[in-house]
């Protein structure tokens, strides 16, 4: 079948929902991952055929895209901080958000580098490992723990660092439940990073369904009623496990700005800032443990 043939499948079946451009930009997408055929030779050649085995995996990503499924899913993979990342249902497909955040952290962190103190970094609900790694990447003196309360999840955050061949130490454990954190490690962090699940059951009707039908549920709700408890139990860890002048950095709900930045401030925290991502959200909390 001719390309262009199924390039127009694509957008008969998928314009409503996605709209032209976006379908545009993944069948492009999907000819380069399946077929590796660029876009532009797409253009220049526009008689290009596919053989029905090649045609497959296209007509296959189809009926996944048709049900809402996330085109990172449907190829496994996507790009963050510049650098490649698996993905499967069990973890949150990176956002741009976040890359903001790691960028904070290291914004904070450089000075630290150039200093021979050993330096440690822990995030906690790792997921892809999006953070921990490119974090180990930017900084490649900080010794980098990722914890995560989902097995499946770390086994895509450590096929992640092998990827990017960077060495982090990965950790099963359940914050939530104190009896869980890791005891025996023997070590005080200069940084906390997080990005817990924050959005509430309320919000669901703003969340798209691509990733209200996709996407690992256990890594973004919580309760209406508690929505700030991973913030509450992940702070009280930070009390007892950062160094004194380690920093703890939150992403965050939107409309709890105030009230995450309060719950720090209530537990000793200094220096609060509060940042606005690129959409102009409040997403970002940084916090000085000098107490
Ligand atoms: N920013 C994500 C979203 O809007 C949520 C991430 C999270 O809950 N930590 O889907």
Known sequence: M?????????????????????VGSIFNILILHYLKINRIA???????????????????????LKLEEPIQYIIGETEFFGLPFHVNKHTLIPRPETEELVSLV??????????????????????????AISLAKELPNAQVFAVDVSAEALKVAKQNAELNKVDINLINTDILDKNSWPQNLDIKFD???SNPPYVRDLEKLE??????????????????????????IITDFAVENLKNNGLLFFEINQYLGNETKQLLQEKGFNDLELKLDIFGNNRMLKGLKNF
């Open 207 to 232: 969340i798209k369904n691509n990733v209200l039908k996709h996407e690992p549920h256990l890594a973004l709700f919580v309760e209406d009623n508690d929505p700030l408890k991973f913030y509450e």
């Open 106 to 131: 290291i914004q904070y962190s450089k000075h630290k580098i150039l200093s021979s103190q050993p330096f440690t970094i822990l995030d906690i609900g790792t997921g892809t490992g999006c953070i």
């Open 42 to 64: 797409l253009v220049l050649e526009p008689e290009l055929s596919v053989s029905k085995e090649e045609e497959q995996p296209l007509f296959e990503a189809l009926s996944r």
């Open 2 to 22: 001719r390309l262009k043939d199924i390039q127009n499948i694509f957008h008969e079946e998928l314009d409503v929902i996605f709209g032209a451009n976006e």
């Open 191 to 193: 940084v906390i990073v």
